[in-house]
């Protein structure tokens, strides 16, 4: 017997092989990304296995490519559940429901927005740079673990969410803005900002090095400089300075490969000139 997902035998549903290949096929989303429409052939290409189920060549196949080649765009991790819950809405539709394809549009719309916005803090914000500085920390001492942690690290928590998100979105259907009402969305969102700031506040105390050797006093054959004295009263100070005051260039909307090349010329002249050591 088939191991479909089904039922009856004579309804359509994605089989178990049709969820595998949409899985896959999810990992490509982004080779195909474009100004005009962004991820529109990404989202169609990870589609096809569910509308060939579907829909049998001819004018709804036609149509159902044609509907996933709007201009889309969202996280990419967090595009499994969105196709889930389409390809929930095709097979109702194409069971004789009472979805057709502006619902299905409609959808894929609505859950864009609300998506990018948990996946942006949560997985940029908050996963990767502290996976990254995870890594970063054992690469410091000469050790190749630390650049594999990462990559194993966060693609096993990339794989999982499309595995597990695609599942979960296609058994809810359209049931899943149920789960996304309230605050829910909002709290998790807010959380996980946090998270981020105060994980990368902590990480800029421990990473950002500054040191200033000037000589501010010499007393009885001692030494003190600038940096020791600041590192007496305040540890850390100027990296705190200094992190306040690239976030508030990036307010002023400069350019963060500005701020790198400048932070890289500020350095640079300061060890010449000698007012950084």
């Given at each position: ?21 949409m899985y896959v096929r999810s990992w490509f989303l982004l080779g195909s990304f474009n100004f005009e429409r962004a991820q529109n052939m990404g989202y169609c290409f990870v589609m096809i296995p569910a509308i060939k189920r579907f829909y049998a060549p001819g ?214 000139l000698g007012f950084l050591g």
């Amino acid at each position: 017997m088939d191991n479909a997902i089904a039922n009856t035998d004579t309804k359509k549903t994605l089989t178990k092989s049709d969820l595998r290949h949409m899985y896959v096929r999810s990992w490509f989303l982004l080779g195909s990304f474009n100004f005009e429409r962004a991820q529109n052939m990404g989202y169609c290409f990870v589609m096809i296995p569910a509308i060939k189920r579907f829909y049998a060549p001819g004018k709804e196949r036609n149509e159902a490519l044609e509907r996933h080649m709007e201009w889309f765009n969202t996280h990419p991790w967090l595009t499994a559940p969105i196709f889930g819950v389409t390809s929930a809405m095709e097979e109702e539709k194409a069971n004789g429901g009472k979805v057709d394809g502006t619902a299905i549009a409609a959808m894929k719309i609505g859950l864009m927005g609300p998506l990018a916005g948990v996946g942006d803090p949560l997985l940029w914000g908050t996963a990767r740079p502290v996976l990254a500085a995870l890594g970063a920390g054992i690469a410091k001492t000469g050790s190749i673990l630390g650049p594999l942690l990462f990559f194993v690290l966060i693609n096993a928590i990339r794989l999982s969410i499309k595995w597990y998100l695609l599942k979960y979105g296609y058994q809810k259907g359209s049931e899943i803005i149920s789960d996304m009402a309230g605050d829910r969305i909002k709290k998790l969102t807010e959380g996980a900002s946090i998270m981020g700031l105060f994980v990368m506040g902590a990480l800029v105390s421990k990473w950002t090095t500054i040191n200033i050797p000037i000589v501010a006093t010499r007393i009885s054959g001692k030494t003190q400089t600038i940096q020791n004295i600041l590192d007496t009263v305040l540890p850390g100070a100027l990296a705190l300075v200094l992190t306040l005051f690239v976030s508030w260039l990036l307010k002023k909307g400069v350019s963060p490969l500005t701020i790198i090349f400048g932070i890289f010329a500020l350095g640079i002249i300061g060890k010449w000139l000698g007012f950084l050591g």
